[in-house]
């Protein structure tokens, strides 16, 4: 297969998977009902956390920056963070306990009841991941899931379950980066209106 082919039908696919969130409307619900929770979470004076692994996890920190720093315009900073950011932690929990620990040890001291936790796992299976979920879960946090199709283990266990409709994971990823950016788009409208 030739390059353009390749740049073609990348384009295709991505393309392709967006019209068909774009014609879900019970997807474009979820996405605005989890937009309301984050806001309602901020209004309270709570955070918002975010979790993944490898590509997963630069998107969770991508969020949280938006977030943290600003979307659109030059706005307060919201308290967000993904939870793997401070290496010295991940590598001594790893180390001493396991990597399976990493996130759901670190909500356990940091996670307050209506703080809301975001997890990503285009398989939906990652332990550390399920793991951080359940112990939001026990923290009393909203636990939100952005999966591939089939949710994995966090379908079931989270509050909110966004399950794009693929198994191609950058096309998952691409998606959901897509719909990350737009809850961070109306929780920053809702909550500095200009």
């Avoid at 937009?35 to 979470?41: E, F, I, L, S």
């Avoid at 180390?95 to 009841?113: E, F, K, P, Q, V």
């Amino acid at each position: 297969m030739d390059q353009l082919t390749t740049v073609r039908r990348n384009l295709q696919s991505s393309i392709t998977l967006k019209q068909r969130l774009l014609a879900d409307e019970t997807m474009i619900s979820l996405v605005a009902e989890i937009a309301d929770v984050v806001v309602a979470c901020y209004e309270k004076g709570g955070k918002v956390f975010f979790c993944g692994n490898g590509g997963s996890a630069a998107d969770a920190q991508h969020l949280a920056a938006e977030l943290s720093g600003r979307y659109y315009y030059d706005r307060p900073p919201l308290f967000a963070e993904a939870l793997h950011v401070n290496t010295s932690y991940i590598t001594a929990v790893a180390n001493d306990y396991s990597y399976d620990d990493i996130y759901s040890r670190w909500i356990t001291a940091i996670g307050h009841a209506g703080d809301v936790l975001i997890a990503l796992s285009t398989s939906g299976n990652s332990t550390n991941v399920v793991k951080a979920v359940e112990q939001g879960n026990t923290n009393g946090m909203v636990t939100v899931g952005f999966t591939g199709e089939t949710g994995g283990k966090l379908r079931g266990i989270c509050d909110y379950l966004v399950a794009i409709p693929a198994t191609d994971t950058p096309r998952i990823q691409e998606c959901h980066m897509l719909l990350g950016h737009t809850i961070c788009e109306i929780v920053e409208a809702r909550l500095f209106p200009r």
